[in-house]
């Protein structure tokens, strides 16, 4: 591997990580509110399943020579963040949650089913056991999407409207392309975030118009660039900072 492939694969591997980490603590929130009994568990579930793919990932980055899984996910500002913005975003609202929940996990099941093939075998290992775990949150998402759409009432369909059209921004900025498209695809570690986008419109259009949403020309949309390179909603560093808080009382404990 070339240095510059490996700088390749190093930033790829932040981008997911820290999209599961945030995701997965946004996710959290919803532990014991949610509307129901068994969303209360279905989203606590999900960031369980979200946290453990991102120790996952530190992982692999700890064995490319970066810092323990701890010390990265405790330890860094926003700055050093890699995260899209989408996974930031506060989520007081149900209808965003569960909005949001199918557009970024449709993502995630694409993702992972491309790294499937990657040339770098212990995340195309990674990648064949998360996606099994991944199927059932789509499964969740989709089933919701339905529900409260086409088979829902009117104030259920407008408010995830509501949700998608103020997500969508936000959903296409999970393609924010790296400064290593090239070095990936010549290394066979990940074909692009390009293609990722547009297996990720082939399956995510269909339902939400088969639901009973409207959407917009996506090519007119502006995505919502910037977390990959560090710049990230007013969100995000108070997470990091609720997220940590228990780490930094003293970093050096053993648990």
């Given at each position: 591997?070339?240095?510059?492939?490996?700088?390749?694969?190093?930033?790829l591997?932040?981008?997911?990580?820290?999209?599961?980490?945030?995701?997965?603590?946004?996710?959290?929130?919803?532990?014991g509110?949610?509307?129901?009994?068994?969303?209360?568990?279905?989203?606590?579930?999900?960031?369980?399943?979200?946290?453990?793919?991102?120790l996952?990932?530190?992982?692999?980055?700890?064995d490319?020579?970066n810092?323990?899984?701890?010390?990265?996910?405790?330890?860094?500002?926003?700055?050093?963040?890699?995260?899209?913005?989408?996974?930031?975003?506060?989520?007081q609202?149900?209808?965003?949650?569960?909005?949001?929940?199918?557009?970024?996990?449709y993502?995630?099941?694409?993702?992972?089913?491309?790294?499937?093939?990657?040339?770098?075998?212990?995340?195309?290992?990674l990648?064949?056991?998360?996606?099994?775990e991944?199927?059932?949150h789509?499964?969740?998402?989709?089933?919701?999407?339905?529900?409260?759409?086409?088979?829902?009432?009117?104030e259920?369909?407008?408010?995830?409207?509501?949700?998608?059209?103020?997500?969508l921004?936000y959903?296409?900025g999970i393609?924010?392309?790296?400064?290593?498209?090239?070095?990936?695809?010549?290394?066979g570690?990940?074909?692009?975030?390009?293609?990722?986008?547009q297996?990720?419109?082939?399956d995510?259009?269909?339902?939400?118009?088969?639901?009973?949403?409207?959407?917009?020309?996506?090519?007119?949309?502006?995505?919502?660039?910037?977390?990959?390179?560090?710049?990230h909603?007013?969100h995000?560093?108070?997470?990091?900072?609720?997220?940590?808080?228990?780490?930094?009382?003293?970093?050096?404990?053993?648990?």
């Open positions: 591997m070339t240095a510059d492939h490996r700088a390749a694969l190093e930033d591997l932040f981008r997911m990580a820290d999209d599961a980490l945030i995701y997965g603590h946004r996710n959290s929130e919803w532990t509110l949610a509307p129901i009994l068994e969303e209360d568990i279905a989203f606590s579930s999900i960031a369980q399943d979200k946290l453990g793919h991102a996952a990932l530190y992982h692999l980055l700890s490319l020579g810092p323990d899984p701890d010390t990265l996910a405790f330890t860094r500002d926003e700055q050093q963040f890699r995260c899209c913005h989408l996974v930031e975003l506060p989520t609202d149900y209808a965003v949650a569960l909005m949001r929940h199918a557009l970024f996990d993502a995630e099941q694409n993702r992972y089913a491309l790294l499937e093939q990657s040339t770098y075998q212990p995340l195309a290992d990648a064949r056991k998360v996606r099994g991944i199927k059932y789509v499964f969740h998402a989709s089933t919701w999407l339905r529900l409260l759409g086409n088979e829902g009432t009117d259920s369909r407008m408010r995830m409207q509501a949700a998608l059209d103020m997500l921004p959903a296409l393609f924010e392309p790296s400064p290593y498209e090239q070095e990936l695809r010549s290394a570690i990940f074909p692009g975030e390009e293609e990722l986008k297996r990720w419109l082939e995510v259009v269909p339902l939400l118009e088969s639901a009973g949403y409207r959407l917009p020309a996506i090519e007119t949309i502006e995505p919502a660039y910037g977390g990959r390179r560090g710049y909603t007013e995000l560093q108070p997470l990091i900072e609720e997220m940590t808080v228990v780490f930094r009382i003293d970093p050096d404990a053993e648990w």
